[in-house]
């Protein structure tokens, strides 16, 4: 007797969902397509692009210098590192070290603040994602998108900096823009990974700056692998295929008088990009119905 009231239930809920699945109705918070998660987020670019914008324009407000520490922070990083290092390196040092390191200071920059605030982004908007319904994705990308505007004026001041340590400008200098292209699709993917992640685990924002340190000081920011691990052949190979190594060293051989880069480094970096993103995307779309939840 119970069992048939159960199952006469149970069909009642099919036929009800089935015939609001005809009629275009979902139900409340549930998670799209794929295809559609996108285009929704998509539809919204202008709220992404302004809300970039907004927070570009605030974070520094504060300061008596305001936009001026969007290039002052790493300018003070990279002669702190550039000294010291310049100074442990000694002879084996590469040419033209200050730009080398200013190269890596400045962009490896951008990796991490889309790393740090792509983690934050869900968890750190909580009363918007609960009291809105928007594709939780457009937070995310926001964040990224506001790193790379951010990104814009380093670049300049990047680009001043090498001319004024006596780099000559030339034609390589335009590959930046299909290089920031490829690492900003990778940083958009590392972006979305953490914020999933955070989500579940609410302490990995606190293990995220050990991580970006770490990374630091693996990634080629201050050294070049061929240079400094000439004795460990093996070393170098994983560094090969080291995503933001290669970016790096693409950066420099554009840039830089006495740089050069295997062009095998642009398929590295293409297919880690492309890679990351998929991967961050399916990631985080897959988590879509939790973000927002009372925690």
Known sequence: MHKNAF???????????????????????ARPTLGNYLKQTWQRREFIYELAKARVQS????????????????????LMYGFIFG??????????FPVFVIIGVFLFEFFTTSMNGGARSITGNKSLVQSLAFPRLSLPVAQVTQNFLTLMPMLLVMFIYAMILGTTP???????????????????????????????VRDFTQILPLIGRVLFYTSGVLFSADR?????????????????????QIARGMVMDQSEYDPWAWWVVASWALLTLVVGLVYFWKAEERYGRAN
């Open 228 to 248: 400094l691990l000439s004795h460990w052949p093996w070393m170098i190979a994983i560094f090969d295929v080291h995503p933001l190594y290669q970016t790096l």
């Open 7 to 29: 199952e006469q239930e149970d069909t009642f809920r099919m036929t009800v969902a089935e015939e609001a699945e005809k009629y275009g109705l979902h139900r409340v918070g």
């Open 170 to 200: 030339k034609w390589t200098w335009f590959g930046i823009i299909p290089l920031l292209v490829l690492f900003t699709t990778f940083n958009m993917g590392i972006a979305l990974i953490c914020a999933r992640i955070t989500v579940h």
């Open 59 to 78: 974070q520094n407000q504060k300061n008596r210098l305001g936009m001026v520490w969007i290039v002052l922070k790493p300018t003070f990083n990279a």
């Open 87 to 96: 100074v442990l390196q000694g002879d084996s040092k590469a040419p033209d």
